[in-house]
């Protein structure tokens, strides 16, 4: 079956940037989303690429790699507010709309 | 706004009981979807229902059903409950129908409810 791999916990300082990669397998592979989900409640959507390349929105961006076969999420301008779980969400051909999601990543910031 | 409301933020229940999560989205999608959430392990799916009436197994199925009777409602049903279904389960839904997925560059978002922290003692 799919899987999706992405570190647990990253901590970084306000202002800092950080980087969450998320790697996947490549069979029938559509494309690949990212969730944010702050303690005690629910994932929200922040990207989906299908294609190779940057996708920028405000401080975050999300970047795929079809050919190395993975992605990352960018957090930029660390702000408090963004210490939540991050999860990375595979699209693949055979699973129509469903989702594979990775264990998520943990980001803590520090003031 | 899309909402998706589930039952209950919190329930506790004892082994062997039949337990009811209930979720609601008022947005008119077609799929809904149930998971469950735990530590370093993501979202893992339980079951899927892409139409009144439709349902199918995700990942982990084992120990659960669901119903679909409206379009709007999903239920997640734990037939006799055990210390190992002690976990946040989350509601999702999103529009579009499972298995024409329309290519890669069609994406439906997902929307989730507020989870359900369920305990079985």
């Known amino acids: 079956g799919q899987s999706l791999e992405q570190p647990s916990e990253v901590t970084a300082v306000e202002g800092a940037i950080v980087q969450i990669n998320c790697t996947y397998q490549?069979?029938?592979?559509?494309?690949l989303s990212w969730y944010q989900q702050h303690d005690g409640g629910a994932p929200t959507f922040l990207s989906y690429?299908?294609?190779?390349g940057l996708e920028e929105t405000g401080r975050f961006s999300s970047f795929l790699s079809r050919s190395d076969s993975y992605g990352y999420l960018l957090l930029q301008e660390l702000q408090m507010k963004d210490s939540a779980s991050y999860f990375c969400?595979?699209?693949?051909?055979?699973?129509?709309?469903?989702?594979?999601f990775g264990g998520g990543t943990r980001v803590l910031v520090k003031p | 706004d899309v909402k998706v409301t589930q039952s209950s933020r919190y329930l506790v229940k004892r082994t062997g009981e039949k337990v009811f999560l209930e979720c609601v989205q008022d947005?008119?999608?077609?799929?809904m979807f149930w998971y469950r959430q735990d530590p370093g392990l993501g979202l893992r799916l339980i079951y899927f229902?892409?139409?009144?009436?439709?349902?199918e197994k995700g990942d982990i199925p084992e120990g659960y059903s669901v119903s679909r009777e409206k379009k709007e409602r999903f239920s997640l049903i734990l037939e006799s409950a055990s210390t190992n279904q002690t976990s946040m389960y989350l509601c999702?839904?999103?529009?579009?129908?499972?298995?024409?997925?329309?290519?890669?560059?069609?994406?439906?978002?997902?929307?989730f409810g507020p989870g359900t922290r369920l305990t079985v003692l």
């Open positions: 947005m008119d999608h077609e799929n």
């Open positions: 999702a839904s999103s529009f579009g129908w499972i298995g024409t997925s329309g290519g890669a560059w069609t994406y439906n978002e997902q929307f």
């Open positions: 229902s892409y139409d009144v009436k439709m349902k």
């Open positions: 490549t069979s029938g592979f559509y494309g």
């Open positions: 969400a595979g699209r693949f051909k055979a699973a129509g709309n469903k989702l594979t």
């Open positions: 690429n299908a294609l190779d």
